[in-house]
């Protein structure tokens, strides 16, 4: 009996190995089969609205944030014009410049982003807006457009693969375990009457977010803004490779679309000391953009990185970078002139 037990041993492990090899087969088949039909479910449902589903869906996405909402906004045909950039002009309102110049403009803003987003998302919108073309793009200017990294790298993630020029990156990006729970998100925004949908227009106005932390009258965060801050970008000899990048993708878009180029305001102690390191840092990189708007016809640059009576009060600031809504009216109001000063 014993001797059988023993004999039979070497005989059973070929087959063991056999039916090992036949569960990880079917494992593996299992798996690229629920991949492949979890990617063209996806693909189908668009869970963004990026227009490249072949179905016809519902227009715009459920609220979320700006990163994953800007592919439906930037293709959205109804908005000739749009703000581009993070914080920094977040406050700018499509409406009002709308208002004020005629065109339909929507706000591309996402927070804490910098100019390989921007640009990024830039190239969305042009893509989108050949026919008619694109009407007037406005761009925050901020001091992360003065790298002189090429590289010009970003500090938040980002969804690069939505707004991707290529299929292949856009697949690769669908296929994320998050996109299991947007999914059924998708599908109730689809499906359902009352399902809310994002503001078109993207505009988000931050300044109750502030005042809920206390930026308004908190002392201890008041006094933050007497302290002096250094903001223009630590890069006096260039080169400037935004600026750069940003020519080159204009490049592309149609003659008639105005570009105008704003450094947004900063309060007075975040305004570059005269003589100062930093002062020739901020210089250095109006220049550059400022003969961008020189080389490129139907361009200009608003320029509220200068001195001015109201960015010493600390009313209309939040911190030193994030002002309040009258001073938008004001930029708004400037935007406004140089887009009618341009036809």
Known sequence: MSSSTFSSEPAAAPAQAARWTSFIATLLVAAALFSVAFLAVAFLLDPYDSGRSPLKLKEGVRPQGPRTALASRGRDPQFTGAIFGN????????????????????????????????????????????????????????????????ALPNEKPFPFWLLSRGLPDYLGGLMRFDLLEELSRRITYLTSRKA????????????????????????????????????????TDGPFPA???????????PAETALILVRPPAYATALPQPSSRDAAADAACRTAFADLAARR???????????????????????????????????????????????
């Open 87 to 150: 914080s920094h002009i977040q406050i700018v309102s499509p409406d009002e410049l709308r208002m004020r110049t005629g065109i339909p403009f929507v706000s591309l803003i996402a927070p804490a982003t910098t100019p390989k987003e921007v640009l990024a998302t830039v190239d969305w919108f042009l893509r989108h807006h050949r026919a008619p073309a694109a009407k007037a793009l406005v761009i925050g200017i901020d001091n992360y457009w003065c790298t002189a990294n090429p």
């Open 243 to 253: 600026a750069a990048a940003l020519e080159k993708l204009m490049s592309t878009a």
């Open 297 to 343: 016809p139907r361009t200009a640059l608003v320029d509220w990185r200068a001195d001015r009576p109201e960015l010493h009060d600390p009313n209309l600031f939040f911190d030193h970078t994030h002002y309040r809504q009258p001073i938008a009216r004001l930029v708004e109001a400037e935007i406004a002139r140089a887009i009618q000063a341009l036809n």
């Open 196 to 235: 809310e949908r994002a503001p078109p227009d993207g505009y988000w106005d931050y300044e109750a977010n502030y005042r809920a932390l206390g930026y308004d009258t908190n002392p201890e965060i008041r006094v933050r803004l007497e302290k002096r801050q250094e903001t223009g970008g630590n890069n």
